[in-house]
């Protein structure tokens, strides 16, 4: 449960990745109320099999560990990057700026402005820094497109996105036929 989701990350350890494979993915957030909304993009990486890390850096409070979280991560062997946050929400474009990897960003509606600070400070980075930017909220999306980018060199994983898409399609289909009788 989440609870106990945030104790472990507090303490500094790794949230799911259970075995001692090098991560992947690394997902970071502003702060641990970002957590509900970016656990999901945990989850689907763990759906795939792939190995992810998940921490609390902050582009405000903790700039030093943003700073050397984003600048060594392709070093430790990060391939992409997700990051979430909420309010004047800079996180990903800072880290963008640090870091020659793919990085996510994930809008997270805050109690104020209905998630449209957020999304505006993530999407409207200046050319030269991208940052690929999902729906507020949606970080199931920033965990798929991590899929996508890792699957151009990885046959498995994109016989899985596709196989994924299958299911998905054929889930849809099951439903309008129910309507139908
Ligand atoms: C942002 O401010 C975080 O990403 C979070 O979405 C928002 C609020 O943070 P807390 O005040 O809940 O720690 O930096």
Request: aromatic fraction near 2%; glycine fraction near 8%; proline fraction near 6%.
């Amino acid at each position: 449960n989440i609870e106990s989701d945030l104790a472990t990350i507090v303490e500094g350890k790794r949230l799911d990745d259970k075995s001692a494979v090098t991560p992947r993915v690394g997902i970071i957030m502003g702060s641990d109320s970002d957590l509900p909304v970016m656990k999901s993009a945990a989850e689907f990486l763990e759906m795939f099999d792939v190995p992810h890390e998940v921490r609390i850096v902050s582009a405000h409070r903790t700039p030093e560990l943003m700073f050397s979280y984003a600048s060594s991560a392709h070093e430790r062997g990060i391939q992409v990057i997700i990051a979430g946050a909420g309010g004047a929400a800079h996180l990903p474009g800072m880290v963008a700026a640090l870091t020659p990897l793919p990085v996510v960003g994930v809008p997270v509606r805050a109690s104020t402005l209905d998630g449209i600070d957020s999304l505006l400070s993530i999407v409207q980075m200046p050319r030269g820094v991208p940052v690929a930017t999902v729906a507020v909220n949606n970080a199931t999306n920033a965990g798929l497109l991590a899929v996508r980018i890792l699957s151009v060199a990885d046959d498995n994983l994109r016989s899985r996105m596709s196989q994924y898409l299958e299911d998905q399609k054929q889930m849809v289909l099951k439903k309008g036929d129910k309507l139908q009788n």
